[in-house]
């Protein structure tokens, strides 16, 4: 399936089939997927076999599906091809005889066109008009015409331009080919006997244990068991920065152990690793069709007959109504069939989009179809969640403040310190390694509670501390209305407020705050340059998404957010028909990311529901990448536009020649085949942004 209007030929004569019943086409990757009958497939073959394909099968259970590798032809014919129609040029030219002449183009036309002719034959035959059917016509009339040098030189210039043009695809599908080749093909596996041996990654067990060399890149998703290292994983996030990496941290299959080696145990097989699944979310993406490349399908099925009536219509009208030379008439329809065929005009949405997808995938942004990279230039609100999002989500103790001036802060951090050890929650985590840092001596605690809602206590050295947020103190008595005021200038900046108590006072203030991404003030005001506006929808309170959204520089917060109330907000935005994207973690913004018109999975990378929930899943935790996104996607549909008014363009100009009479058969070579080859260069600069 070289050529897009191959799809047409091949649908119709499986159609008909009552073994099929469901086709799905990737003509970037020269694959057809077939719903059949448990016993149809050998019928599939064969019908495939009768249209002059070879059908492979794909292998089973194989992480990615590669390209069928193209068939290597000898050069040879096409050398003895030129060498023969530059002859019969030169032999014309210098008034040999007719017969040497026809003679050397006919051996132009036999090296280099056989090929042509044969899938030319095929699709008359099933009453397709594609390229070939076109050519074969048009070549076969000009020999039936006497015109030797043209015809040879046409089907040799042809030929060229269609191995130019493969050459050319070749380059966006090597772009997913070289996602497929980012996982080496063995892993360093142990065995019973404590030996290490190298096996094919596809056969490596879950729960097996494999070792990684410095310099190595990793076979297989999985979790550190021994060393420590730093890994590089822009392969699937798209930034160079290497991650450290210890006992318990995740790996991935095709990222690269830059230092130490390190061993890890298995935890996804081969082909449902996170780059497997990744790969696996690209293909369905280029099978799936764009708007733009859904409607040059339907024009093309509309163009091609239109434009070959037109061309029977110029063949026979003028000679047999107007008097005209039925040789002047049948020439300029051959040359309008040349031009007829629409390839350049399909080949150049698929190659940009797929280019686009690449480009995307290469940066650690995965999109789910061209339908939302073309979607993205239209963004004008994006609602975010906070936590993990905006901020790192993991608060961090920013402030300590002393309210028992009679006690040493030292003293009074070390009982909430050892209160807070013996609590995973995400703001006693924080207070502990606070502790931690500054090296403050952990004290025996007893009868220890965990207060629901409220927060924690226990007896240190006999004497009872309660740690916990504003409705403990109040509900202990403990409040002020000079505390009150204190509490609400640390709410209004958006911390968290944890006291210390014992049994007669506060005993001092701890303050949390998940603190805000540096690249997320970057990505805001990347976005408002973009014309997008931005809405921040969080579970915290009103007075902390207030001064996050200050200082981060986002137009609208909503705090008290519920899902269903993120839902409401995200239609609310919609309901002046602008498009809106959500950005969350796909699980807990379910709602709101299923309503948006697009949505945005942060961190998505080893996280399954991430990936196959969102529109797009951003492999890490940088905002950035979603203007980036936009961008990308803005370019995409320049370069579709510019590619649809290139085909379309040249098309009009050599016609308008044709009809005036100043169009040869060779202006419509480069009319069809010169189109051709600037869509797909065109669409191709999208892999270098």
Not at 271 to 279: C, E, G
Request: with cysteine; net charge negative; aromatic share 6%.
């Amino acid at each position: 399936m070289d050529c897009p209007t191959e799809e047409a030929l091949i649908r119709k004569k499986l159609d008909g089939m009552a073994e099929v019943s469901e086709m799905q086409f990737n003509l970037m990757q020269r694959v057809l997927t077939v719903v059949h009958r448990p016993d149809g497939i050998q019928a599939v073959v064969k019908a495939l076999s009768t249209l002059g394909f070879t059908p492979e099968l794909a292998d089973e259970g194989v992480a990615g599906t590669r390209a069928p590798a193209p068939i290597r032809k000898p050069w040879w014919p096409l050398a003895i091809a030129v060498v023969a129609a530059l002859g019969a040029e030169l032999a014309n030219w210098l008034g040999s005889p007719v017969w040497a002449v026809a003679a050397l183009a006919m051996l132009a036309v036999a090296c280099a066109g056989i090929e042509t002719y044969k899938k030319g034959w095929v699709a008359i035959r099933n009453l397709n008009l594609n390229i070939n059917a076109l050519m074969s016509i048009a070549v076969t009339g000009a020999l039936a015409l006497g015109q030797w040098p043209e015809a040879a030189m046409v089907m040799v210039l042809f030929t060229i331009a269609e191995l130019i043009e493969a050459k050319s695809l070749d380059r966006a599908r090597n772009a997913i080919e070289g996602l497929m080749n980012l996982a080496p093909e063995t892993a360093t596996v142990k065995q019973a006997d404590g030996s290490w041996v190298d096996i094919d990654a596809t056969r490596v067990e879950l729960g097996a244990i494999v070792r990684v060399r410095p310099g190595e890149r990793i076979a297989l998703d999985g979790a550190l068991t021994d060393g420590r290292s730093t890994v590089n994983q822009a392969p699937i996030t798209g930034e160079s920065m290497p991650v450290e990496k210890g006992p318990g941290d995740n790996v991935f299959a095709g990222t690269i152990n830059e230092s130490g080696s390190f061993e890890f145990q298995v935890t996804a097989a081969a082909n449902n690793s996170t780059l497997a699944r990744i790969i696996h979310a690209v293909e369905e993406a280029q099978g799936a069709k764009a708007p733009t490349q859904r409607f040059v399908d339907q024009f093309a099925k509309v163009y091609t007959p239109i434009v070959f009536l037109l061309a029977l219509g110029v063949a026979i009208v003028p000679p047999l109504f107007f008097a005209g030379a039925w040789f002047d008439w049948v020439y300029k329809a051959l040359v309008l069939l040349v031009i007829a065929c629409p390839c350049a005009l399909v080949i150049s949405t698929p190659v940009s989009i797929v280019s686009g997808l690449a480009a995307a995938a290469r940066k650690g942004i995965l999109i789910k179809g061209g339908t939302f990279l073309e979607q993205g230039r239209r963004l004008r609100w994006l609602a975010l969640d906070k936590t993990g999002t905006i901020t790192h989500g993991k608060p961090v103790q920013v402030a300590f403040e002393l309210r028992a001036t009679d006690l040493e802060s030292m003293f009074v951090r070390s009982i909430a310190a050892s209160l807070s050890s013996r609590s995973d929650h995400p703001v006693s985590t924080a207070i502990t390694r606070a502790g931690d840092i500054d090296g403050l001596a952990r004290l025996s605690v007893e009868e220890f509670e965990a207060i629901p809602g409220r927060g924690i206590a226990g007896r240190v050295d006999g004497r009872r501390y309660s740690l916990g947020n504003h409705r403990l103190v109040e509900e202990l008595g403990r409040c002020s209305p000079e505390l009150e005021a204190r509490l609400e200038t640390y709410e209004r900046d958006g911390k968290t407020v944890v006291m210390l108590a014992d049994n007669k006072r506060v005993l001092g203030l701890f303050v949390v705050a998940d603190t805000v991404k540096d690249t997320s003030r970057e990505a805001i005001s990347e976005l408002h340059a973009l014309g997008v506006r931005t809405a921040m929808l969080t579970g915290d309170n009103g007075h902390t998404a207030a001064a996050i959204a200050k200082e981060v520089g986002i137009d609208r917060a909503e705090g008290d957010q519920l899902p269903e109330d993120k839902l409401r907000v995200v239609e609310s935005l919609s309901s002046d028909h602008a498009m809106v994207g959500m950005v969350g973690d796909g699980i807990n913004d379910a709602p709101a990311l299923a309503r948006a018109d697009i949505g945005f999975a942060m961190g998505a990378m080893g996280t399954d529901t991430a990936i196959e929930t969102a529109d797009v899943a951003l492999m890490d935790d940088d905002l950035r990448k979603i203007p980036a996104f936009i961008r990308l996607s803005k370019a995409t549909r320049t370069i579709l536009v510019q590619n649809i008014t290139l085909a379309l363009g040249i098309k009009a100009i050599f016609l308008a020649l044709t009809i005036g009479g100043l169009g040869t058969m060779w202006m419509a070579v480069f009319a069809d085949v010169g189109a051709s080859l600037l869509v797909v260069a065109n669409g191709l600069r999208l892999l270098r942004k």
